[in-house]
């Protein structure tokens, strides 16, 4: 099981300094791939969420593969609706180019109903428009010349290359636990990504409902590689209401050996809990990933102490 960290592309406390920091620190740590997040108009509901100044993913990664050897790099995760497909295959394809194979292109439909808006995106229709957007990217990554035609866009005969270094695509990570979502993730997704799960929802609930539309779908079910919150605690926090990654190092320790007993191939760690003003500290996060790498995670074996 790989781990990996979730770096933070937005914030007061946040600069091109801090991503190239927080990168070599995952790297020299040990850990196996970080991922940035997307937003590309920040209105005032992103504004609250994830402010400014917010740093563009395609732009940030591809500065950050040039400073790094071996870490995966990749999105958690692109709004798909915002930008067009073939703009997205171009880059992706490009960046999985120039980092020697290492991309990872996380994807999700979005939520922010104003950058929307800003964007002169239909909001109701970013299901369909996701869904038709990834089936074209796929085109674009496994033929030399393209052509697709749907509702939302065509094209005919666009020439592709530079192909991607990974065959026959960068792997695709769909995010989103709705019934949509886990149809999205077994159509079009080589990997599952949800986001602040439980443990034991993805026993008892996520996966056997992903398993279900596979079968259904007669699809193999996608891997799983979901991004946890990441808050070490010194004293226990109530298993009835916490989400996995949050409580004591044993409490973590726990959801991680449940993320791997499940077969989690990745597991994303997140250190942001919401307040944007805790983006300008960013020893208590290196602290925190360093005493889970230290005591909990193997990292060169992939596996737990």
């Known amino acids: 099981m790989k781990v990996g960290v979730n770096l933070l592309n937005f914030g007061p406390g946040v600069s091109p300094e801090t991503l190239r920091r927080w990168t070599e620190f995952a790297e020299a740590r040990g850990f196996h791939f ?25 732009i940030s990664l591809s500065w950050l593969a040039g400073i790094t050897s071996g870490i995966e790099i990749g999105t958690s995760a692109i709004v798909i609706p915002y930008r067009s ?9 490009a960046l999985d180019q120039i980092s020697n194979g290492r991309f990872i292109f996380g994807v ?8 929307f808006a800003a964007l002169g995106v239909p909001f109701n229709r970013r299901g ?8 074209a990217i796929k085109e674009l990554w496994t033929n030399d010349i393209a052509s697709f035609e749907g509702k939302h866009v065509s094209f005919q005969d666009v020439y592709t290359g530079p192909r991607a270094k990974r ?16 149809r999205r993730a077994v159509r079009f997704g080589d990997g599952w990504h949800p986001i602040n799960i439980r443990v034991d ?4 609930d996520g996966l056997p409902r992903l398993q279900a539309v596979a079968d259904r779908e007669e699809r193999s079910m996608p891997a799983l590689c979901p991004r946890i919150r990441f808050h070490i605690t010194e004293t226990q ?10 409580g004591t190092l044993d409490q973590i320790r726990r959801d991680l ?17 919401g307040d944007p003003e805790t983006t300008k500290d960013h020893e208590t996060g290196w602290r925190m990933l360093s005493t889970l790498a230290d005591e909990v995670l193997d990292l060169e074996s992939e596996s737990l102490r």
Do not use: C
């Not at 065959?167 to 886990?182: E, K, M, Y």
């Not at 109530?238 to 949050?246: K, T």
């Open 108 to 115: 999700g439909v979005g939520w922010a109903r104003r950058e």
């Open 237 to 246: 926090t109530d298993d009835d209401v916490r989400v996995a990654g949050e």
């Open 85 to 93: 497909p073939l703009m997205m295959a171009r880059m992706g394809a």
């Open 257 to 273: 050996e449940g993320l791997q007993s499940l077969g989690a191939n990745y597991v994303l760690l997140d250190t942001y809990l």
């Open 167 to 182: 065959d026959p695509h960068p792997p695709i990570w769909v995010g989103g636990s709705s019934d949509a979502a886990l």
């Open 34 to 58: 970080v991922m940035i997040s997307d937003h590309v108009a920040v209105t005032p509901d992103v504004q609250t969420r994830y402010p400014a100044p917010f740093y563009d993913p395609f």
């Open 128 to 135: 369909a428009m996701t869904d038709e957007y990834l089936a």
């Open 201 to 204: 929802w993805l026993k008892n």
